[in-house]
């Protein structure tokens, strides 16, 4: 089952990787935007988008991807299903460098390199440790806790108007909550179809406390994952697909990731040099997200200007 996750999670990446810069070119053509840190999406100019035949492609081809994943997180724990997104960014690099005719410099090829080496390590190490126990309402409630304050955050910076905000907001934004809907689509699904949430809704046994927090669960995620589109699309409008796919493939498996192990014992099983492996491989990655957001060609030459 874990060969079958890790194949349906790479053919994830490569859709993300079509998707994002699909709509990505659609909301620089409607907002031509620059990258000050003012740049943004209004939320009318996000519905203006419906009407472009390349974002809703886009966003077809990147639900696609969305789906492809959810399933690997059937057959798979998510500290191993979801750090594998990170081929997205190497693909939609070298989509956007074609697309765009930007050469990309040697620091900005080293920084790619660190994403996507500290996150294949992370898979390499999480593919021999990764447990799935079962998720008790314990720690169900303190996903539940963390996710909800977090809504509360980004729902402040919603209603607060994206120009306030710089691109990078945008971007770890966008990364916190699809973790988070990650995480909260893998426990809604197991609790209803593993651990017969279900049939017991079905057939009107219900469980109130057990089954309340799944739907609890199940609104956070719908409520995370319409501000992760809204974060995504002023990302797009803010910097090049390249950099917000680096932001996403690895702030959203380090949030996925961290709940796994720390929260539902995914890696309840890992030696301690295995887990020092996953703080070092994860340093990497954000250190690699942070210099590609300093050195990219197109942000250079936009801050040059």
């Known amino acids: 089952m874990k060969v079958i996750a890790i194949g349906l999670a790479l053919l994830s990446a490569v859709a993300l990787a079509i998707g994002a810069q699909l709509q990505n070119d659609a909301v620089g053509i409607q907002k031509k935007a620059a990258l000050s840190g003012r740049s943004h999406v209004s939320f009318r100019q996000l519905l203006d988008l419906l009407k472009h035949p390349r974002w809703v492609t886009g966003l077809a081809i990147s639900a696609f991807a969305l789906v492809l994943q959810f399933t690997a997180l059937l057959l798979a724990p998510l500290i191993l299903v979801q750090p594998i997104g990170a081929i997205a960014l190497v693909i939609t690099s070298i989509l956007n460098a074609k697309i765009t005719k930007t050469k990309l410099n040697q620091a900005s090829v080293y920084a790619i390199a660190l994403c996507t080496a500290g996150l294949g390590a992370f898979v390499i190490m999480a593919h ?122 690895v702030i959203d498996p380090l949030i996925a990731v961290s709940i796994g192990v720390i929260i539902l014992n995914e890696a309840m099983n890992a030696p301690l040099p295995i887990m020092l492996g996953f703080l070092g491989s994860g340093a990497m990655a954000v250190m690699g997200v942070y210099l590609l957001s300093r050195v990219h060609p197109q942000v250079s030459a936009t801050a040059s200007k």
């Open 128 to 249: 021999q440790v990764a447990v799935e126990p079962e998720i008790d309402d314990n720690s169900l409630l303190l996903i539940l806790g963390l996710a909800i304050s977090l809504i509360a955050i980004f729902s402040y910076i919603f209603f607060s108007g994206a120009s306030k905000f710089r691109p990078l907001t945008f971007i770890i934004g966008a990364g916190v909550l699809y973790g988070f809907v990650a995480t909260l689509t893998s426990v809604v699904v197991k609790r209803l179809f593993y651990q017969d949430g279900f049939n017991r809704i079905v057939s009107g046994n219900i469980e109130w406390a057990t089954d309340s927090l799944t739907v609890l669960a199940l609104l956070s995620m719908l409520a995370a994952a319409f501000l992760g589109g809204w974060f995504v699309q002023n990302a797009y409008a803010s910097g090049p697909p390249d950099l917000v796919i680096a932001g996403l493939t």
